[in-house]
């Protein structure tokens, strides 16, 4: 089978992220290759980088304007041989060097790096948080409004309004009350709409449909579910398996998934 591509891939199409990786790590080596990296300091210990790259979006670190200002030419020199774009819009700097290539975030001012909204000093905010909120409300409100029957209201309220949090648990910094909150905003949509009484259980909405009861997934259970999956997935790292544990690991799962 053959293809004609007159003017590159379109986005969307399942080769295009890997033919980016190929060009963008090339970028990502000169750049470590090449310039100062800076010290980030996390939690528990400290990363030295002066850029952090997923997929096509690119944020550059330095300590001082001029180290800046050199990687930058250096990554839109690079991106221009490849043939990408900057889009100003979606860019955003706290330096003053390039306000015609990005927006300058100063003061109060946010913008958003892979969807995650953060300040000038790229510290996550809390308008993230109130976003999903938002989104998952919004989601909710007009699932109510269809004519969906019951089995199929919830099941869309699943996967299309309550799943909209997956991306966000692990990444920004929630307490186990922000979660339960989400449930309680998507019992207080339910009530409004009459989909659901407010003298009934709230525990009956989460119950499995083959315990005939509604089958709404709780947000809060779900990030419990997930950060405790992630968690097992970082000691796996730190603690790699042998071959008879995946292997038995395996068996496990297979018996589950038959039984």
């Known amino acids: 089978m053959s293809k004609k591509i007159e003017n590159g891939i379109l986005q969307g199409d399942s080769l295009?992220?890997?033919?980016?990786?190929?060009?963008?790590d090339s970028l990502s080596r000169k750049l470590n290759e090449k310039y100062t990296k800076v010290t980030v300091q996390?939690?528990?210990e400290s990363h030295s980088t002066n850029h952090l790259?997923?997929?096509d979006d690119l944020k550059l670190l330095a300590k001082d304007s001029s180290t800046l200002s050199a990687i930058t030419d250096e990554?839109?020199?690079?991106l221009k041989v490849i043939g990408l774009e900057i889009n100003k819009e979606k860019s955003a700097t706290n330096?003053?060097?390039y306000e015609d290539t990005a927006t300058r975030v100063e003061g109060f001012g946010v913008y958003k790096y892979l969807g995650i909204i953060e300040d000038s000093r790229g510290i996550q905010t809390r308008s993230s948080f109130e976003e999903v909120q938002s989104k998952l409300i919004a989601r909710v409100e007009r699932l109510c409004h269809t004519r969906l029957n019951a089995k199929n209201l919830f099941s869309a309220i699943n996967q299309h309004a309550i799943s909209s949090i997956n991306y966000?648990?692990?990444?920004l910094r929630l307490e186990p009350t922000d979660f339960s909150k989400l449930?309680?905003?998507?019992?207080a949509v339910l009530v409004k709409n009459k989909i659901h009484l407010r003298p009934g259980c709230k525990e009956h909405l989460s119950l499995l449909r083959t315990e005939l009861e509604r089958g709404l997934h709780s947000v809060e259970l779900r990030s419990e579910h997930m950060l405790l999956q992630f968690l097992d997935f970082l000691k796996n790292i730190t603690n790699p398996q042998t071959e008879e544990q995946k292997s038995q690991r395996l068996r496990n799962i297979v018996k589950l998934i038959n039984h």
């Not at 295009?16 to 963008?24: E, G, K, N, V, Y």
């Not at 990554?75 to 690079?78: N, P, R």
């Not at 449930?183 to 019992?187: F, G, I, P, Q």
């Open 16 to 24: 295009s992220p890997l033919l980016i990786l190929l060009c963008m």
């Open 42 to 44: 996390t939690d528990a």
């Open 53 to 55: 790259l997923f997929i």
């Open 75 to 78: 990554a839109k020199e690079f």
């Open 95 to 97: 330096d003053t060097c």
């Open 168 to 171: 966000h648990i692990g990444v």
């Open 183 to 187: 449930d309680d905003v998507v019992r």
